[in-house]
Every structure is written in structure tokens, then in C-alpha cells.
């Protein structure tokens, strides 16, 4: 079933169990930090296509997702600095990951953190209370095109920029977020097959 198991870190780390944190967690970012940033941003992966099917979080997704478009690596540098300091009002703190992705983890720590045990993470930590955001990247000044800075697939997921913005709204638990442009088809180039029966295939990264 297209239910991100490829990519499932703990089993004690599903939105069934933290979902209501990490939602504290999302409103706090849209409400007080994303919107002061200038660049676009939607949520995106697990927790896009929970809200695309039913409105509702996936029981397993172990985290919040959310992509922000930027032009260039010294930007993101420069976003996760902007972040960080508007978070020293909140509870909440951030890092910058380069190994496994190129993305900001905003995370209450109060919750603990647990070890990725597969290799493909180099023995990361991860905080149960996350939210993830996911850098796609310009590919030139020539082309409206953005690839995601998520090192693992096996091969390149590169959006074209009409499927993300404008971007749209969404509700997910209740809640509006920001969404691209064409939900379905920014999911089928992410997952490839949306069809609950698809089956992942760790050669293409995508589920067929």
C-alpha cells in the first residue's frame, strides 16, 4: 500500500501518537515564522498526501513536512538563520541537516529523540515532535523547474514550477496550510502511483 513504509523511521513515532504535538507545532510556524519569510512554501510528502486523500494525518507519518522553493545553497543558509532567530521566543528549536537532505528539523525537544537505525541516515537522531522543511531548488535562471534537495531517492525528483505555485490552501486536521499548485500531480512526481495497492520499489525510489 502507498504508505511511505520505504521511509518508516520508528514505529513508536507515528502522527497517531504525536500528531497533536506536531501540529502545535505547524501552527506556530505558519502563524509566526513561515509568513515572514519572502520565498513559497506548501506542505509536501506525507503529510500533503494525508490531507489530499481524507483531510487527515497518516497514522505512521512520522513527521510534518513542508517545502520551501529557494534560488541558491547560500539562501538556505540564510533562511535556516532567519528561522533561528525567530524562534528564540517559542519553545522550539531548529538545525540545519546536510547529510541525508538539505533541510531545516524545527523540533520541540521536550518530547526526547531516538536514533535512524538504517544506514541510509548515518546514524542521524530525530525528535519525535518535528517538523521537517524540505529545500527544492531552482535548477537555473533558464529553466522553472526545482529539484528536491533530498539526497536518498534513487533518482532526482525535479518539479516543474507551475505544479507549485501559485500555491493553493488545504485543509489538514481541521487546519489550512499552504499546498501547490496541482496537489496530484506534485504528489504522482514525488510517489509515482498514487493508487493505495501500488507497491514501493526501492530501485526507482517510487511506487509503481
Given at each position: 500500500?502507498?504508505?511511505?513504509?520505504?521511509?518508516?523511521?520508528?514505529?513508536?513515532?507515528?502522527?497517531?501518537?504525536?500528531?497533536?504535538?506536531?501540529?502545535?507545532?505547524?501552527?506556530?510556524?505558519?502563524?509566526?515564522?513561515?509568513?515572514?519569510?519572502?520565498?513559497?512554501w506548501?506542505i509536501?510528502?506525507?503529510?500533503?498526501l494525508?490531507?489530499?486523500?481524507n483531510?487527515?494525518?497518516?497514522?505512521?507519518?512520522?513527521?510534518?513536512?513542508?517545502?520551501?522553493?529557494?534560488?541558491?545553497?547560500?539562501?538556505a543558509?540564510n533562511?535556516?538563520?532567519?528561522?533561528?532567530s525567530?524562534?528564540?521566543?517559542?519553545?522550539?528549536?531548529?538545525?540545519?541537516?546536510?547529510?541525508y537532505?538539505?533541510?531545516?528539523?524545527?523540533?520541540?525537544?521536550?518530547?526526547?529523540?531516538?536514533i535512524?537505525?538504517?544506514?541510509?541516515?548515518?546514524?542521524?537522531?530525530f525528535?519525535?515532535v518535528?517538523?521537517?522543511?524540505?529545500?527544492y531548488?531552482?535548477?537555473?535562471?533558464k529553466e522553472?523547474?526545482?529539484?528536491s534537495?533530498?539526497?536518498?531517492?534513487?533518482t532526482k525528483?525535479?518539479?516543474?514550477?507551475?505544479?507549485?505555485?501559485?500555491t493553493?490552501?488545504?485543509?489538514?486536521e481541521?487546519?489550512r496550510?499552504?499546498?501547490?499548485?496541482?496537489?496530484?500531480?506534485?504528489l504522482?512526481?514525488?510517489y509515482?502511483?498514487?493508487?493505495?495497492?501500488?507497491?514501493?520499489?526501492?530501485?526507482?525510489?517510487?511506487?509503481?
Open positions: 500500500m502507498l504508505t511511505s513504509e520505504n521511509n518508516f523511521k520508528n514505529p513508536n513515532a507515528g502522527c497517531n501518537i504525536w500528531g497533536e504535538k506536531r501540529m502545535d507545532l505547524a501552527v506556530y510556524l505558519r502563524d509566526n515564522i513561515l509568513n515572514e519569510l519572502s520565498n513559497d506548501f509536501e510528502n506525507g503529510t500533503l494525508g490531507a489530499w486523500r483531510g487527515r494525518f497518516i497514522a505512521h507519518d512520522d513527521d510534518f513536512d513542508i517545502g520551501i522553493l529557494i534560488n541558491s545553497d547560500l539562501e543558509v533562511i535556516y538563520r532567519k528561522i533561528e525567530l524562534l528564540m521566543a517559542s519553545k522550539y528549536k531548529c538545525r540545519l541537516v546536510n547529510s537532505a538539505c533541510k531545516i528539523e524545527v523540533f520541540d525537544e521536550k518530547y526526547g529523540k531516538y535512524l537505525a538504517a544506514d541510509k541516515y548515518k546514524s542521524s537522531d525528535h519525535y518535528t517538523l521537517d522543511i524540505q529545500f531548488l531552482k535548477l537555473n535562471e522553472d523547474n526545482y529539484e534537495l533530498y539526497f536518498l531517492h534513487p525528483r525535479v518539479i516543474d514550477k507551475r505544479k507549485l505555485v501559485p493553493t490552501e488545504i485543509r489538514l481541521n487546519e496550510f499552504n499546498a501547490p499548485n496541482n496537489v496530484k500531480e506534485f504522482k512526481q514525488i509515482g502511483s498514487l493508487d493505495q495497492t501500488a507497491k514501493f520499489n526501492p530501485e526507482t525510489g517510487f511506487y509503481e
